[in-house]
């Protein structure tokens, strides 16, 4: 091989690492600038569409601040204060009580990421049209996300969560984001509001 040959694959295989380096360090600063826009103080609200294999399809709102989130859809309703879920049916008027795992969250709530991906995950990125996709893969093979696909606007608003857990997919598309000012108070379920609830406390 000639000296310029040697320079010249010495000069791609620089280039590739160089490439393969920025490439992992630009997947996770689009998500540390998506979560910070989603950290705001007052919180968010935002429409939502999840199709699951295992949940079947719902639509409803959700509201953020920080990682207390409350969900509303057709069949339920979802409060979640950081630590406590209550889960009200309404079909059967029956509130579950429990203590959900970071798994159990991110499917219930597409901004859960933000405490997830910050460790335990490798990521790459790729440009899908106006939008980034970020794939993400556990580096614990405990982990029970086996697999997520997040897609951020160009102004790094979260659009979309893809994510298999044993083996079943979930989508949670993500519209109308908005700032809100939300109390501390509306992430808990009062039960003055459901007096004909039936309280279930599986914790």
Known sequence: MSHISTI???????????????????????????AAQLNSKGGITATYTLNSEKLGKSNGTIA???????????????????KTQWTYMKKNEEVNVSNPTGAQLQA??????????KKGYSYTLKTTGNSYEVHLTPSNS?????????TVS????????????????????????????????????NAKDYPKAEVIDLR
């Open 142 to 150: 405990n982990n029970q996300i086996e697999e997520m696909y997040i």
């Open 108 to 117: 219930l709530n597409p901004y859960n990421f933000i405490n997830l991906y």
């Open 64 to 82: 953020v601040k920080g990682n207390k989130f409350h969900a509303t859809s057709h069949q339920a309703i979802i409060w979640f204060d950081g």
């Open 8 to 34: 010249r694959s010495i000069f791609i295989i620089f280039m590739i690492m160089l490439s393969t380096s920025t490439y992992a360090i630009d997947a996770k600063s689009v998500l540390d600038k998506t």
């Open 154 to 189: 160009h102004q790094f608003v979260l659009q979309q969560v893809r994510m298999k857990q044993k083996g079943k997919w979930t989508t949670i598309s993500v519209s109308n984001l908005k700032p809100a000012k939300l109390s501390d108070s509306s992430f808990r379920f």
